[in-house]
């Protein structure tokens, strides 16, 4: 616990005021070398806030001599079905393009219905419930409508449950039944009147999912065969019409290739879903897919062309299970060439629909195409990117010389005189005139109208040394018709105004826009604030042991004049005098 020292109680004397108004005199020096110290840091912030606009500075001055701003195209394709694009450099011109035929994908169709259907027999597809039928849809519970009475449905009914529930609603004037050998469901008028199906408010989708629709007859069946492959089971229990011969005849393993990549699968463990994986993340370079709304597997081509599909050994006999063996039903529809013509010559093939110099001709342009027609390509100088990036250039240019100004400004308002932190600061206010004079100063040895700043159409506003368009329509008549003569003039060798510029920045901030005259500078101030640090630290020990030295003497004094009040009491009370009291 901190001690509580009371002084003078003997003395009189308020001797800790005293002493700290002493020390305070010898604080001073310690209040000055701090205000000089503060005074530092806040030079030593200005200078890196400086460096960073610098730094800016330079990255908009390295984009102006990039290989791609003043070589950078745009195109169009003339039509809205295309997509053109033009790399740097690529020539400008227009070119009429018509495209006769697209290129297309071989596919490799297998044949419908590959299921068995909803189950081998009417009675156990009569047994299965709703919820668990094979179907390209789910079934929903709800209520639908035959002939006008309501037929309520749930996913724990069996398809057989619905038939009788077909038959009670309409009192026995509608029948339904399954044909197993054609996979459908057959709904009979027993009156011989036409049979009305559905109504807005239905909330089933029985009627649908059994594709059984109004006819205008006595007699409606479903308009497709309703059984889907199990995509997500084992091959085995897929419901698959024809056996696979390696379960009936092996183990359930076996391969077969696909444009000579084999495929190796377990129908006891794989999914056609697992299988459509494998195929497409195989080299083989097609894409297999399930049609649930034809029950068929296809096999497309992953690049476009008149290119084959071919199917080699089927050890296992999943093919054919699979419907995509001739023999099942397969068909090949073979992939076709794109066809075009430029400006009206003869006719070009492509294998593909992305038209590169390969196909066309023209160096640096790709045209994607996606139907027939005809359209003019038009390639020209990207004259946005061009003016954007001069435009980042003078935006980071005025940021410094207006920092530079803050910085350095020196205000007089009568007799007073207010100083910016580095108004007395010359090196960095040199920095401001060099890089002025640079950006006005002329660009020599180019063979072109442009070799001053003035000639884009871009000037100092008034007497500041703020840069402004001062001519628009100037500055992009030379983008669009000469950025060859705009790029010498920014980024020519070490003569270019983007060069040079670069060049008084790696004197500002060094090379790597961390050192140079500007690091100098901050390194000088902080040294002087380290040596500071080091004069406060021997002018606050000495105030210490000031501090004690005269506690100690005070301390001494209150002793002293205590002994002495004590032995004049003895003396008081052995002569027998009395004071008088208060």
Same mark, same amino acid.
Do not use: C
């Given at each position: ?266 129908? %006891? ?67 076709s060439n794109a066809v075009f013509t430029v400006n009206g010559g003869a006719p070009i093939t492509s294998t593909g629909n992305t ?42 240019? %005025? ?12 205000t007089v308002s009568g007799s007073t005189v207010t100083s910016s932190t580095l108004s007395r600061n010359r090196e960095v206010q ?15 040895? *180019? ?59 790696? %004197? ?9 005259? *500007? ?10 604030n380290a040596k500071i640090d080091d004069q406060i630290t021997v002018l606050e020990r000495r105030i210490e042991s000031q501090r ?24 008081? %009370? ?9």
């Amino acid at each position: 616990m901190a001690s509580i020292q009371l002084t003078g109680l003997i003395s009189g004397l308020d001797w800790e005021s005293f002493i700290e108004d002493m020390l305070a005199l010898q604080r001073v020096p310690i209040t000055s070398l701090q205000t000089k110290q503060s005074e530092n840091t806040q030079k030593i912030s200005a200078l890196d806030t400086l460096g960073t606009l610098f730094n800016q500075l330079g990255t908009a001055s390295r984009a102006l001599q990039s290989d791609g701003v003043f070589n950078a195209r745009t195109a169009s394709s003339g039509n809205s079905a295309w997509n053109a694009s033009a790399s740097a450099g690529t020539a400008s011109g227009a070119w009429a393009i018509n495209v006769l035929e697209v290129a297309t994908a071989t596919k490799h169709s297998g044949a419908a219905g590959i299921s068995q259907g909803l189950a081998a027999t009417s009675a156990e597809a009569e047994a299965l419930t709703l919820a668990s039928l094979p179907t390209s849809t789910a079934v929903t519970a709800g209520t639908f409508t035959v002939n006008g009475a309501r037929v309520t449905i749930g996913l724990g009914d069996s398809l057989g449950d619905v038939f009788g529930k077909i038959a009670t609603a309409t009192d026995g004037a509608v029948t339904a039944a399954y044909d197993a050998a054609a996979d459908r469901i057959t709904l009979t008028a027993s009156d011989g009147e036409a049979i009305v199906l559905g109504a807005a408010n239905d909330t089933s989708n029985f009627l649908a999912v059994a594709r059984l629709y109004s006819n205008g007859t006595d007699a409606v069946a479903s308009t497709a065969t309703l059984g889907r492959t199990v995509t997500n089971a084992p091959l085995v229990n897929a419901g698959l019409a024809t056996g696979i011969a390696a379960v009936t005849d092996g183990d359930g393993t076996g391969t077969f290739t696909l444009n000579g990549v084999e495929i190796a699968y377990d129908a %006891n463990t794989d999914s056609l879903s697992t299988l459509i994986r494998r195929i497409n993340a195989s080299s083989a370079g097609v894409t297999a897919s399930y049609d649930s709304t034809t029950d068929s597997v296809a096999l497309t081509a992953n690049t476009t062309g008149s290119l084959g599909i071919t199917l080699g050994a089927d050890d296992g006999g999943l093919l054919a299970a699979l419907g995509l063996t001739t023999a099942a039903g397969a068909t090949t529809t073979l992939g076709s060439n794109a066809v075009f013509t430029v400006n009206g010559g003869a006719p070009i093939t492509s294998t593909g629909n992305t038209l590169t110099a390969t196909d066309h001709g023209i160096t640096g342009l790709t045209l994607t195409v996606t139907e027939a027609g005809s359209g003019t390509v038009t390639v020209g100088a990207d004259t946005e990117t061009m003016r954007s990036t001069i435009e980042n250039f003078i935006t980071a240019y %005025n940021a410094v010389q207006t920092y530079i100004d803050d910085v350095t400004a020196t205000t007089v308002s009568g007799s007073t005189v207010t100083s910016s932190t580095l108004s007395r600061n010359r090196e960095v206010q040199s920095w401001a005139s060099q890089l002025r004079s640079t950006v006005f100063g002329s660009v020599t040895g *180019l063979d072109d109208a442009i070799s001053r700043i003035t000639d884009l159409g871009i000037d100092f506003k008034g007497t500041s040394p703020q840069l402004v368009i001062t001519d628009s329509t100037r500055l992009d008549a030379a983008l669009a018709d000469d950025p060859d003569g705009v790029a010498a003039f920014f980024a020519t060798g070490s003569t270019g105004l983007a060069a040079r510029v670069d060049t008084l920045l790696a %004197n500002y901030i060094g090379a790597t826009g961390a050192g140079g005259s *500007l690091k100098s500078q901050t390194d000088a101030l902080a040294k002087a604030n380290a040596k500071i640090d080091d004069q406060i630290t021997v002018l606050e020990r000495r105030i210490e042991s000031q501090r004690a030295r005269m506690e100690t003497s005070f301390i001494a004094m209150e002793s002293s004049i205590s002994k002495y009040n004590q032995m004049q009491t003895l003396l008081d %009370n052995a002569l027998g005098i009395k004071k008088d009291d208060d």
